[in-house]
Antibody, heavy 121, light 108 residues
Framework: EVQLVESGGGLVQPGRSLRLSCAAS????????MHWVRQAPGKGLEWVSG????????GYADSVKGRFTISRDNAKNSLYLQMNSLRAEDMALYYC??????????????WGQGTLVTVSS | EIVLTQSPGTLSLSPGERATLSCRAS???????LAWYQQKPGQAPRLLIY???SRATGIPDRFSGSGSGTDFTLTISRLEPEDFAVYYC?????????FGQGTKVEIK
């Protein structure tokens, strides 16, 4: 059974940093691309960032480019999101999602339950 | 960036009725790289349809997707009580991913 478990969310002041983690199990982690998608309270889904199986291809939404960094550790079956210079508009539930393929164009076939990031002074 | 516009914003229907949800793209979606997700309150999204018309694993056949280019449709042939939820379309061409704003299917 595929499982994706996010952690690392919490309350953080504007301008500070936070690192999210996603622990994956139930599939061969290094065979698939992985992504972060966020959802602000009461709002829709927003793609944040994605990384190919070997970290060779990485992409970011314009809203986080230059502030967020995605990475993965295939030996630990883990995905990460380093979030710097956090803003109020970054407050959201952050989901880890598995791509259907290792790289390229694909949908997200499994999602975690999310970790909540609250940005407030 | 491709912008996806979903309509209607809310669909009020009764169990057993047919639901038709629309997703329109601001430019052509390459190779029909269009997916649909279902999200229930307090839950993560679930993949229903990918490649515009292929059902994901375990998805009942009352869910079907169609369309190409800039116009796509998700149809639920007969609504079951568990189908009342928010539905999002997503395009994933050229290694970029964007979502529509969602359509809520509510019980009439």
């Amino acid at each position: 059974e595929v499982q994706l478990v996010e952690s690392g969310g919490g309350l953080v002041q504007p301008g500070r940093s936070l690192r999210l983690s996603c622990a994956a199990s139930g599939f061969t982690f290094d065979d698939y691309a992985m992504h972060w998608v966020r959802q602000a309270p009461g709002k829709g889904l927003e793609w944040v960032s994605g990384i190919s199986w070997n970290s060779g291809s990485i992409g970011y939404a314009d809203s986080v480019k230059g502030r967020f960094t995605i990475s993965r550790d295939n030996a630990k079956n883990s995905l990460y999101l380093q979030m710097n210079s956090l803003r109020a508009e970054d407050m959201a539930l952050y989901y880890c999602a598995k791509g259907q393929m290792d790289y390229g164009d694909y949908a997200f076939d499994y999602w975690g339950q999310g970790t909540l990031v609250t940005v407030s002074s | 960036e491709i912008v996806l516009t979903q309509s209607p914003g809310t669909l009020s229907l009764s169990p057993g009725e047919r639901a038709t949800l629309s997703c329109r793209a601001s430019q052509s979606v390459s190779s029909s790289y269009l997916a649909w997700y279902q999200q229930k309150p307090g839950q993560a999204p679930r993949l229903l349809i990918y490649g515009a018309s292929s059902r994901a694993t375990g998805i009942p056949d009352r869910f079907s997707g169609s369309g190409s280019g800039t116009d796509f449709t998700l149809t639920i042939s007969r609504l079951e009580p568990e189908d009342f939820a928010v539905y999002y379309c997503q395009q994933y061409g050229s290694s970029s991913w964007t979502f529509g704003q969602g359509t809520k299917v509510e019980i009439k």
